[in-house]
């Protein structure tokens, strides 16, 4: 059952013109095809006429050449017809679709009164019987046909012909030049309202930008589309890639279950990962949208323009550009920030995949659902890959790696290792090794120790790096691994200067290639004894592990010149502190914690530190974070004791945070950019010591709520408020409600606050699933409603009686019946089953064994559920 990677074959045939008619009726679709085929030239031996047929599609007649198959073999999702041998043929085909009852979001679907298409990754068979991989590139013509109540009419490449049919309906004809495989496939069809722009191009070219939404959504395009011009300039800048049609859509829907998708010349996406204004969207969501908006347009390069041979590559494009997007990013607002940001999203959630039962490599080697490897793996892991190939190589010579990737690999489908080898091949750096990074699953851990030489004035750091073993691979080659590092003098607190004779420093970026097992380096005149500052910027995606004493981490925490690493040793000193916490390790955990107060005192005191950076040192680590640190978790007590520390602090520190509070109180109207979103991070931090700190605190939550011009604002103060919920708060929960119901992305949010506010139950939660604004069919209700309660709300999810596992259980086989990618994605929380104490692991497995029992369950939740209960 599962597809491998070892059984990569190239197409037997190639499909070099697609031509489609679907034509949209009130109740059902029609698709035609015409492909223009031939024999694959590179093999000898062709075979069956393979095509992929989904199960949404009724095949009503396909033909041959002109010679109808009468009945030809459906197998699974497999169409087959006899092989051909004639040089050029033709298939037609005609299908029956109804896209009013795809709940599944993929193919061709109904999302509130328009049509539209989710084709990645194997969409397209549910549109048209067609070789639907990724390796086999066709030049496509689509014609669409609907009612003209639908005026916009719309598919990738350029417009080649519009006009009226009869009765009452009309058409469109729509043409993309470039080559492209059947995932990158879209088309829509409703009422809609266009946003117009243009981008002129370095070379001088005028491109239109259109952004299309629903009607009402109108005043929330803007910010997309300063957005989209600021990404393609920074393309051309940064990695010389002009855009290439003349033409560039970007459709807002609100049924789609991930964030967007890269169709060539026609990205679709969600709204709430589009749709932005001053008034209702947060700092948080500008920056995501402006993230996302750049992300997709990056795809037009890296996976449109080069795309991937097959499925196991997709970190290819991915990696890559989630890495392109996060440099944008850092580019546009603070880059220490960025990286902050990236890091804690891949410790707190990547680390437990890697360390999990769904562990796989950035390329995996086998897999039964393809949608369940749209991982932070594969994306974010894969990302840090690709970063770490642009701090060995530094970034001139990435840059002549990715133009030779570009060129030579343009118009084709290609593997992870043609890009390494452009990468390898403009440096001289030898990455045989390197590429173990795409083969090996798992966190690697890098132990360093060291010993300083008074009289010789060296500090020597010793290296050490494991790798756990993940399913299917118990024994673990050693990784090359980049580490970043710098000295602070234990007297002076002062930066350290050294010189070393090892090979693999790389002075100039004070980079050290870690290739063996072990290894040491030595570090010369050195004039004091010093404290290494390790893994800055995080240049590996590793665990890096070095027996600091509490001060040696505040002395970071507080005079390291790399601003990443103070943030990094506040993590490892509140981690510590935590772990020492829960396992009660009393005189530890007491000495940790007073100088992770002393630490926090200092930081809070810093005039000099930027309000985003400082906001993010307050913030202690994740609960998910502490719980990947030791084993047996209970996840109440972790809660416990987690919300204890953090009420310590408030109270220990509360003239302090006080001071901040005033200190970073609005005082010019709101406006997303870098200054101002830290400085309302950081009221907002302050806030939150506030509240917990005394009874009353949460009236300064009321008076921000009430004060406050901004989404931002608004949200944090009713969250932190919503810790000592009160009736207050429910008169501005639904003060709240009534002033933003009609505004379908801060109603998301709002479902999200309600159910992540602690105190609430599984019977608070179904309560909440009977409210009008939320609904089964609509994936971002479900995330912010059932999502938002098991991953985010510890206490709730994880209710001694076990409600919670039952809750999660059913909502999962409900799920899957509709919609099994969104099902499948809501599995994860139980993938940690293991971890916890026996009472938590006994009552989620039997709840893991009741969702494999029916027949019938989808590829995709049978595949997490069983692989979860296999362990390793
Ligand atoms: N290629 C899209 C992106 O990352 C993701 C779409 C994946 N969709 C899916 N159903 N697996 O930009
Ligand atoms: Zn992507």
Redesign the pocket.
Request: a negative charge; glycine letters at 12%; zero cysteines.
């Given at each position: 059952q599962p597809i491998r990677l070892q059984d990569y074959a190239p197409p037997a045939y190639l499909v070099d013109e697609t031509h489609l008619c679907v034509q949209i009726f009130d109740d059902h679709a029609l698709v035609e095809a015409r492909l223009v085929m031939r024999p694959n030239p590179a093999l000898d031996k062709h075979g069956a006429l393979i095509l992929n047929a989904g199960d949404e599609v009724t095949l009503e007649h396909i033909e041959v050449d002109g010679a109808a198959v009468a009945d030809p073999v459906r197998e699974g999702e497999s169409l087959i017809l006899p092989a051909i041998s004639a040089s050029h043929f033709e298939v037609r085909s005609r299908v029956r679709l109804l896209p009013d009852q795809n709940t599944r979001l993929e193919g061709l679907y109904r999302s509130g009164g328009m049509y539209c298409t989710q084709c990645e990754a194997e969409g397209f068979r549910q549109i048209t019987p067609y070789p639907d991989r990724p390796d086999v590139l066709s030049v496509f013509t689509t014609r669409v046909e609907a009612p003209s109540e639908y005026d916009c009419l719309l598919s990738n490449g350029n417009p080649v012909g519009m006009g009226p049919l009869e009765n009452n309906r009309h058409f469109a004809e729509w043409h993309d030049p470039f080559p492209k495989p059947s995932y990158l496939f879209a088309l829509v069809a409703g009422v809609l309202d266009c946003t117009e722009d243009s981008f002129t191009t370095a070379s001088g070219k005028s491109v239109d930008l259109k952004l299309y939404t629903e009607p009402h959504n109108r005043h929330k395009t803007r910010f997309a589309l300063e957005a989209l011009k600021r990404a393609m300039r920074w393309d051309e800048q940064v990695y010389g890639r002009e855009y290439d049609l003349d033409l560039f859509m970007i459709v807002a829907v609100d049924h789609f279950n991930m964030g967007a998708m890269?169709n060539k010349g026609l990205n679709i996406f969600n709204s709430a990962c589009v749709l932005a204004d001053e008034s209702s969207t947060t700092d948080g969501g500008f920056e995501l949208i402006e993230a996302i908006v750049a992300?997709?347009y990056f795809?037009n390069w890296s996976?449109n323009r080069v795309t991937c041979r097959d499925w196991f590559q997709l970190s290819l494009?991915?990696g890559f550009?989630v890495f392109r997007d996060s440099e944008f990013t850092a580019d546009m607002h603070a880059r220490a920030v960025k990286r902050m940001d990236d890091v804690t999203l891949l410790r707190t959630q990547q680390f437990a995949e890697d360390a999990g039962p769904m562990a796989h490599p950035i390329r995996p080697d086998s897999y039964i659902e393809i949608n369940n490897f749209y991982t932070l793996t594969v994306y974010e892991k894969g990302a840090e890959v690709v970063r770490m190939l642009h701090t060995l190589l530094g970034a001139e010579a990435f840059r002549r790696g990715s133009d030779l990737y570009f060129e030579r690999f343009d118009g084709q489908a290609v593997t992870v290792e043609d890009f390494v080898a452009c990468m390898a091949e403009v440096s001289g750096i030898d990455l045989t090794q390197f590429r173990r990074w795409y083969e090996q699953a798992g966190t690697p851990r890098v132990d360093v120790t060291s010993e300083y030489d008074v009289a010789a004035q060296t500090l020597t750091l010793h290296f050490a790096q494991s790798c756990p073993a993940t399913p299917g691979q118990p024994d673990k080659a050693p990784f090359h691994i980049p580490v970043k590092l710098g000295l602070l003098g234990r007297q002076s607190r002062l930066p350290l200067s050294f010189t070393t004779e090892h090979s693999g420093f790389d002075a100039a970026n004070q980079v050290f290639s870690l290739r063996a097992e072990e290894d040491s380096l030595v570090l010369s005149d050195v004039t004091e004894p010093a404290v290494p500052s390790l893994l800055r910027d995080f240049s590996a995606p590793v665990v890096c592990d070095y027996p600091y004493s509490g001060e040696d981490l505040k002395l970071l925490v507080i005079a390291d010149d790399n601003s990443f690493n103070r943030w990094s040793a506040m993590q490892t000193l509140a981690t510590r502190t935590l772990v020492a916490l829960v396992q009660q390790a009393a005189g530890e955990a007491d000495e940790l914690r007073q100088t992770l107060l002393s630490a926090t005192s200092a930081v809070l005191a810093d005039g000099l530190l930027d309000p985003a950076v400082k906001a993010r040192i307050l913030q202690l680590p994740a609960q998910a974070y502490i719980a990947e640190q030791y084993s047996p978790v209970d996840p109440l007590q972790l809660d416990q004791v987690h919300t204890e520390l953090r009420t310590w602090l408030a109270c220990e520190l509360a003239a302090e945070w006080q001071q901040v509070l005033s200190a970073t109180r609005a005082d010019e109207p709101y406006r997303f950019e870098h200054r101002q979103a830290g400085r309302r991070a950081l009221h907002l931090c302050a806030l939150a010591a506030t509240v917990l700190a005394d009874d009353s605190g949460w009236q300064a939550a009321r008076e921000l709520f009430e004060r406050a011009d901004n989404m931002t604002e608004q949200q944090g103060a009713l969250r932190l408020w919503s810790q000592v919920a009160n009736t207050e708060w429910d008169t501005a929960m639904e003060q709240f409600w009534q002033r933003w119901k009609s505004d379908a992305q801060v109603v998301e949010q709002w479902l999200g606050i309600c159910a992540q506010r602690p105190g609430m139950t599984v019977a608070g939660v179904n309560q909440l699933m009977q409210h009008e604004a939320f609904s089964w069919d609509n994936p971002n209700r479900v995330r912010s409603v059932i999502g938002a309660f098991v991953m985010r709300n510890p206490r709730g999810f994880h209710a001694a009686d076990g409600s919670g596992y039952r809750f999660l259980a059913d909502a999962i086989l409900k799920l899957d019946g509709m919609n099994p990618q969104i099902a499948a994605r809501l599995c994860t929380p139980f993938t940690q089953w293991r971890r916890y104490v026996p009472a938590v692991q006994a009552a989620m497995q039997a709840e893991l064994e009741r969702i494999l029992a029916p027949d019938g369950l989808s590829d995709g939740v049978y595949e997490i559920v069983s692989k979860t209960l296999q362990g390793d």
């Open positions: 890269e992300h997709e795809h996976g494009k991915e550009t």
